[in-house]
């Protein structure tokens, strides 16, 4: 199933979609996750939320909202180095244009079983990896949990640790650093067929 994939600019999107978006993001991480997030009105909003960040948002043919993801560049306030930086190690935290962080991936699965990517979260992972390519992003940075940076490096993403993974809340976490140009050549994508919208 090809999901319809957006990228923008927060105030490129109207309130209903974000509206959706948050609701999604307190199902998945409040619900289901039972992660320790600020939810207001059965949504689930932070202060980077306020930064005027991009977000990805796939959609099925019918408008319904099955995952979204949020990019911010590393030159201002971001997760990695605000919020969780022990997960950096002793590390300099990434300050630079071409440089973003990826946080909030939340996908709804359908209640589809099994283990390991969706289709649909497969690919959420190389619409990003082409929009990073495509916008001159070199690197993304992130702070995932353990089981899925296991889903990403089977999927082929060209990834590295800063460090150990370190138990954060309920999981265990660690931030990683993701390739762009090596993980469009593993994933095997060509710019050429893009889906995303901007």
Same mark, same amino acid.
């Given at each position: !199933?090809?999901? /319809?994939?957006?990228?923008?600019?927060?105030? %490129?999107?109207?309130?209903?979609?974000?509206?959706? !978006?948050?609701?999604?993001?307190?199902?998945?991480? /409040?619900? =289901?996750?039972?992660? #320790? @997030?600020?939810?207001?009105?059965?949504?689930? *909003?932070?202060?980077?939320?306020?930064?005027?960040?991009?977000?990805?948002?796939?959609?099925?043919?019918?408008?319904?909202?099955?995952?979204?993801?949020?990019?911010?560049?590393?030159?201002?306030?971001?997760?990695?180095?605000?919020?969780?930086?022990?997960?950096?190690?002793?590390? %300099?935290?990434?300050?630079?244009?071409? @440089?973003?962080?990826? /946080? $909030?991936?939340? !996908?709804?699965?359908?209640?589809?079983?099994?283990?390991?990517? /969706?289709?649909?979260?497969?690919?959420?992972?190389?619409?990003?990896?082409?929009?990073?390519? #495509?916008?001159? *992003? $070199?690197?993304?940075?992130?702070?995932?949990?353990?089981?899925? &940076? =296991?889903?990403?490096?089977?999927?082929?993403?060209?990834?590295?640790?800063?460090?150990?993974?370190? &138990? @954060?809340?309920?999981?265990?976490?660690?931030? *990683? $650093?993701?390739?762009?140009?090596?993980?469009?050549?593993?994933?095997?994508?060509?710019?050429?067929?893009?889906?995303? =919208?901007?």
């Amino acid at each position: !199933m090809q999901l /319809s994939v957006q990228v923008a600019p927060r105030k %490129a999107f109207p309130q209903s979609d974000l509206y959706a !978006m948050h609701r999604l993001r307190a199902k998945v991480f /409040s619900d =289901r996750k039972g992660w #320790q @997030v600020p939810v207001m009105s059965g949504m689930e *909003i932070d202060g980077y939320d306020a930064l005027e960040p991009h977000y990805m948002l796939l959609r099925e043919a019918d408008g319904l909202l099955r995952g979204c993801w949020r990019l911010l560049p590393t030159d201002g306030p971001y997760m990695l180095k605000n919020t969780f930086p022990q997960l950096l190690h002793g590390e %300099a935290a990434p300050c630079a244009p071409d @440089v973003w962080e990826l /946080s $909030r991936f939340a !996908m709804e699965n359908g209640g589809q079983p099994g283990f390991g990517f /969706s289709g649909v979260a497969l690919q959420s992972v190389c619409e990003i990896i082409r929009f990073g390519h #495509q916008q001159g *992003i $070199r690197e993304y940075v992130t702070v995932t949990t353990t089981s899925v &940076e =296991r889903m990403l490096v089977r999927a082929g993403v060209a990834l590295r640790r800063f460090g150990p993974a370190l &138990e @954060v809340g309920v999981e265990t976490a660690v931030a *990683i $650093r993701v390739d762009i140009a090596a993980s469009m050549a593993a994933l095997g994508l060509d710019t050429s067929n893009l889906h995303t =919208r901007h």
